[in-house]
């Protein structure tokens, strides 16, 4: 079974150093997610309908909504993952064009050759979270650092747009932005996305295709996506117990909500909570 070694979360987003044994279901995270290997066995990620390799000289780098999945290999030893997962609007406060990486089009592929400087970035931040978990400050700068290298290396930077304005999804169908709204103010508890398509006006079939055509991933996906923001959420920042936050997002059982946790964060909810604990 997977373990969370250390979680660091705060303004920049979350930052989890991972133990993984175990495949992760096809999700997606609204956040710029970079995956660094820091030892263990090579490793890969399917991003997309391909498989790339996460080694040590090679990271994975997935755009904001764009599904992907961990890959593990049984016959492999363990693997010790560096997952970065940032929020656009952190990035933003460097370079206004940077809160693109929330969206299509920020990384120019989903693999590429690590710097030794990335390594080496990447080997102290998670020496540094082992060492010394309530040291979120420094492991924010030392990710700042990171991050600077990553998208020097990886993204054509001077080509995104200056301005916020220029940067809104114009191309999606409005009936699709409303569903997708509805979604989200919903905060995932309703799964039945007939009622979704009803809404919009568009048979179950047309509603799945224009939905991934607009916003790049299928409704359930969507939905799951709404439904582990809401969750990590509410297992990093509230008191609630397990069972309250289960019931909240409209899962019958806290054990259905459990599995369904760990299948996309690699560790239960309860783990999750605790081991973010070491930064507070």
């Not at 995932?188 to 991934?212: P, Q, T, V, W, Y």
Request: aromatic share 10%; with cysteine; hydrophobic share 45%.
């Amino acid at each position: 079974m997977s373990t969370a070694l250390r979680i660091a979360h705060g303004t920049f987003g979350r930052v989890a150093l991972l133990d993984m044994d175990c495949s992760l279901v096809r999700h997606a995270h609204p956040h710029c997610h970079v995956l660094l290997k820091v030892e263990g066995a090579d490793t890969q990620f399917a991003v997309g309908d391909r498989v790339y390799p996460l080694t040590d000289t090679t990271a994975v780098l997935v755009d904001g909504w764009k599904p992907h999945a961990y890959v593990h290999d049984p016959n492999r030893p363990r693997t010790l993952i560096l997952a970065l997962y940032v929020e656009p609007q952190w990035l933003k406060e460097f370079r206004p064009g940077w809160a693109a990486s929330g969206g299509p089009g920020f990384f120019v592929r989903p693999s590429g050759e690590v710097s030794p400087r990335i390594r080496e970035l990447t080997m102290a931040l998670a020496a540094d979270m082992m060492t010394r978990p309530d040291c979120v400050k420094d492991h924010e700068a030392l990710l700042s650092d990171l991050m600077i290298a990553v998208i020097e290396r990886f993204t054509p930077w001077r080509e995104f747009p200056a301005s916020i304005r220029e940067m809104s999804a114009t191309g999606r169908d409005w009936r699709i932005r409303r569903a997708a709204e509805a979604m989200r103010a919903d905060g995932g508890r309703c799964m039945n996305i007939d009622s979704f398509a009803k809404e919009a006006g568009l048979s179950r079939a047309h509603f799945f295709r224009l939905f991934e055509s607009s916003i790049g991933l299928p409704p359930k996906v969507y939905l799951n996506v709404v439904r582990m923001e809401q969750a990590f959420d509410a297992v990093l920042h509230q008191d609630a117990s397990v069972s309250a936050i289960s019931a909240r997002l409209g899962f019958t059982e806290p054990a259905h909500f459990t599995r369904f946790f760990r299948s996309h964060a690699g560790v239960g909810p309860r783990e999750f909570r605790n081991v973010s604990r070491l930064a507070s």
